[in-house]
């Protein structure tokens, strides 16, 4: 009897990994759909006579970005002076802290700029896209729009995937470049380097190839924000307190799929 | 149940018959593993109001969503106005589905638009008409609603009844060819749902839409309905006039018209399925 019970529950327990597995590489599957789909409703919207609205993609660059911009850039401005504090406190152990410039502007536009803007932007505006279209579901309005032969993926998708893509590299741009100044302003102060001589230094340790990876990781967060709020909320069941659960949910994932990201793509640049 | 108990239509009947909007032929459908129509056929005529009935958890809600083709179907096949669904394309679908309008049970107004920019919407997104020209035949619809005057209101600011109200004008608002309502009264108060009912009788006088309705209300489904749908656990009990289903001998259908509590609409099954939550989505995933 109890043989037969552990069976059971250990047939069980496979069932429900393997149903969670096909579930996971289902939404990988959803979310690829719906990037592909934007594109082609943005592409051939015009054509169809059912154009991404830009006015939509407007409102949302607003929402996305510009009311984004004084927390970005004061958090990126933290992070690099954090690591300017930590940096000259270690290079001072080797007696190199004028060194301190080179490492912390190239970890800063590559890595930190882009993944504290991807962070904020998933928490404030993929949480929400993940709310207002799991809202949209339970209220049965995707139904409607479905109905009026509104594309919700035309409607509700590519405004913002497609304000996320523009917007989450500007805000990298703007962190990074508040980030670095901050952080030349206390080198300033602690080390006595002047501030044209740290932003030459800086202009002459970045590459264009570290802009590059910066701005193209970002776009990437931006994708990734973007699918997973809309995949979480499309997923919803069961009313208002599925929607807070898929909102957490894009939230975690979002940020997750980030971190990822930046480690493999770390791994496969420098490897 | 047996067979023989199924009333199918008079088709003998000495008038003819207006040709089917909506034809339904062997529906199955899913959801999950759980078989939920089981086989039904059926068809909506031109110029008819359809009423669906049921008891609750019948399949009722979901017929009206594959009728509108909203759902995957398992098999079976459904022509929406002389066109089998599955041999559409994706532009052929999106023409095939400006023909259609839906108000659904809850509104679902976007919350996020006005209530005149709602009625509007479908306007704005298929037609090439300037702004003002969209306007009034959006505030004409809202009249006929009589909505008139509530254009600048957002959802969250309306009355129950109002926002059915809304989501009508918004519905027909391409006067549509078929118009699909669920539960259009329940939840209002005796005055409004009448009111509603008469709306119903005048979209299909006026434009001749065929109208197909899911209700819960005996007195308006016999006061609206040209035919009936009854169905019973996934199957078709009985398709027929008001007078033919009030005079029928079925068990089932007397049980359902005089409100006599069945105990065995449930399946246990389900019920257990449905308590041990097998199907409640989200929560359950890992990360
Ligand atoms: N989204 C869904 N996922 C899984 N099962 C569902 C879903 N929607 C409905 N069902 C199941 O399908 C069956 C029929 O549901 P449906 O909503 O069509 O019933 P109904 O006749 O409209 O009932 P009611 O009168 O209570 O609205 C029910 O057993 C229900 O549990
Ligand atoms: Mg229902």
Same mark, same amino acid.
């Given at each position: 009897?109890?043989?037969?019970?552990?069976?059971?529950?250990?047939?069980?327990?496979?069932?429900?990994?393997?149903?969670?597995?096909?579930?996971?590489?289902?939404?990988?599957?959803?979310?690829?759909?719906?990037?592909?789909?934007?594109?082609?409703?943005?592409?051939?919207?015009?054509?169809?006579?059912?154009?991404?609205?830009?006015?939509?993609?407007?409102?949302?660059?607003?929402?996305?970005?510009?009311?984004?911009?004084?927390?970005?850039?004061?958090?990126?401005?933290?992070?690099?002076?954090?690591?300017?504090?930590?940096?000259?406190?270690?290079?001072?152990?080797?007696?190199?802290?004028?060194?301190?410039?080179?490492?912390?502007?190239?970890?800063?536009?590559?890595?930190?700029?882009?993944?504290?803007?991807?962070?904020?932007?998933?928490?404030?505006?993929?949480?929400?896209?993940?709310?207002?279209?799991?809202?949209?579901?339970?209220?049965?309005?995707?139904?409607?729009?479905?109905?009026?032969?509104?594309?919700?993926?035309?409607?509700?998708?590519?405004?913002?995937? =497609?304000?996320? $893509?523009?917007?989450?590299?500007?805000?990298?741009?703007?962190? #990074? /470049? +508040?980030?670095?100044?901050?952080? !030349? @302003?206390?080198?300033?102060?602690?080390?006595?380097?002047?501030?044209?001589?740290?932003?030459?230094?800086?202009?002459?340790?970045?590459?264009?190839?570290?802009?590059?990876?910066?701005?193209?990781?970002?776009? =990437?967060?931006? $994708?990734?924000?973007?699918?997973?709020?809309?995949?979480?909320? #499309? /997923? +919803?069941?069961?009313?208002?307190? !599925? @929607?807070?659960?898929?909102?957490?949910?894009?939230?975690?994932?979002?940020?997750?799929?980030?971190?990822?990201?930046?480690?493999?793509?770390?791994?496969?640049?420098?490897? | 149940?047996?067979?023989?108990?199924?009333?199918?239509?008079?088709?003998?009947?000495?008038?003819?018959?207006?040709?089917?909007?909506?034809?339904?032929?062997?529906?199955?459908?899913?959801?999950?593993?759980?078989?939920?129509?089981?086989?039904?056929?059926?068809?909506?005529?031109?110029?008819?109001?359809?009423?669906?009935?049921?008891?609750?958890?019948?399949?009722?809600?979901?017929?009206?969503?594959?009728?509108?083709?909203?759902?995957?179907?398992?098999?079976?096949?459904?022509?929406?106005?002389?066109?089998?669904?599955?041999?559409?394309?994706?532009?052929?679908?999106?023409?095939?589905?400006?023909?259609?309008?839906?108000?659904?049970?809850?509104?679902?107004?976007?919350?996020?638009?006005?209530?005149?920019?709602?009625?509007?919407?479908?306007?704005?997104?298929?037609?090439?008409?300037?702004?003002?020209?969209?306007?009034?035949?959006?505030?004409?619809?809202?009249?006929?609603?009589?909505?008139?005057?509530?254009?600048?209101?957002?959802?969250?600011?309306?009355?129950?009844?109002?926002?059915?109200?809304?989501?009508?004008?918004?519905?027909?608002?391409?006067?549509?060819?078929?118009?699909?309502?669920?539960?259009?009264?329940?939840?209002?108060?005796?005055?409004?749902?009448?009111?509603?009912?008469?709306?119903?009788?005048?979209?299909?006088?006026?434009?001749?839409?065929?109208?197909?309705?899911?209700?819960?209300?005996?007195?308006?489904?016999?006061?609206?309905?040209?035919?009936?749908?009854?169905?019973?656990?996934?199957?078709?009990?009985?398709?027929?006039?008001?007078?033919?289903?009030?005079?029928?001998?079925?068990?089932?259908?007397?049980?359902?018209?005089?409100?006599?509590?069945?105990?065995?609409?449930?399946?246990?099954?389900?019920?257990?399925?449905?308590?041990?939550?097998?199907?409640?989505?989200?929560?359950?995933?890992?990360?």
């Amino acid at each position: 009897m109890a043989t037969e019970n552990e069976h059971n529950s250990a047939g069980r327990f496979f069932e429900n990994v393997g149903r969670s597995a096909v579930h996971g590489i289902e939404e990988v599957g959803n979310g690829g759909v719906m990037v592909l789909e934007s594109l082609y409703w943005t592409i051939f919207g015009y054509r169809l006579k059912q154009p991404v609205r830009m006015n939509a993609v407007i409102e949302q660059m607003m929402e996305i970005g510009i009311t984004a911009i004084p927390i970005i850039a004061m958090l990126g401005g933290a992070i690099s002076v954090t690591l300017a504090i930590q940096g000259i406190h270690t290079l001072r152990i080797f007696g190199a802290e004028s060194h301190v410039t080179a490492g912390l502007a190239f970890v800063v536009v590559r890595e930190f700029a882009p993944m504290i803007t991807g962070i904020l932007v998933a928490g404030r505006s993929g949480s929400a896209l993940a709310a207002r279209i799991g809202t949209m579901k339970i209220n049965q309005e995707i139904d409607a729009l479905k109905v009026m032969g509104i594309n919700p993926i035309r409607y509700l998708v590519a405004p913002p995937l =497609i304000a996320m $893509v523009i917007m989450v590299p500007c805000l990298t741009i703007m962190s #990074a /470049g +508040v980030g670095l100044f901050l952080a !030349g @302003v206390y080198i300033n102060v602690e080390l006595g380097i002047s501030l044209s001589a740290y932003l030459d230094q800086v202009i002459d340790i970045l590459k264009v190839d570290d802009v590059a990876q910066g701005l193209s990781k970002s776009c =990437i967060y931006a $994708v990734e924000i973007a699918v997973i709020g809309v995949v979480n909320g #499309a /997923g +919803v069941r069961g009313g208002a307190e !599925g @929607v807070g659960k898929a909102t957490t949910r894009s939230v975690v994932q979002a940020i997750s799929a980030i971190i990822v990201t930046a480690m493999i793509v770390v791994i496969m640049s420098t490897v | 149940m047996s067979e023989q108990d199924i009333v199918m239509e008079d088709r003998s009947a000495a008038q003819s018959v207006p040709p089917s909007v909506i034809e339904v032929e062997d529906l199955v459908t899913h959801y999950g593993e759980r078989e939920i129509l089981k086989g039904v056929t059926m068809e909506v005529r031109e110029g008819e109001i359809m009423v669906i009935m049921g008891g609750s958890g019948s399949g009722k809600s979901t017929l009206l969503r594959h009728l509108m083709a909203l759902e995957q179907k398992t098999s079976g096949t459904m022509t929406i106005l002389g066109q089998n669904i599955d041999d559409l394309n994706m532009q052929e679908f999106t023409d095939l589905r400006k023909k259609l309008g839906v108000a659904f049970q809850g509104g679902a107004l976007f919350s996020s638009l006005t209530v005149g920019e709602n009625v509007m919407l479908p306007l704005y997104e298929h037609t090439g008409l300037d702004r003002k020209t969209m306007e009034i035949m959006a505030r004409m619809k809202m009249e006929v609603v009589e909505l008139g005057g509530f254009e600048d209101l957002m959802p969250a600011e309306l009355s129950g009844g109002m926002i059915k109200r809304a989501a009508f004008a918004r519905a027909v608002v391409m006067d549509p060819r078929i118009l699909f309502c669920d539960e259009p009264s329940a939840g209002l108060d005796p005055a409004v749902a009448s009111a509603l009912d008469e709306l119903i009788l005048n979209l299909r006088d006026a434009m001749g839409m065929s109208i197909v309705v899911v209700t819960h209300e005996l007195d308006s489904a016999f006061k609206i309905a040209d035919r009936i749908t009854i169905l019973d656990r996934g199957h078709i009990l009985m398709i027929g006039t008001v007078d033919e289903v009030k005079s029928s001998t079925n068990e089932r259908i007397y049980n359902l018209l005089n409100r006599v509590p069945d105990g065995e609409n449930l399946d246990p099954d389900e019920y257990l399925a449905r308590l041990t939550g097998e199907e409640s989505g989200v929560g359950n995933q890992p990360l």
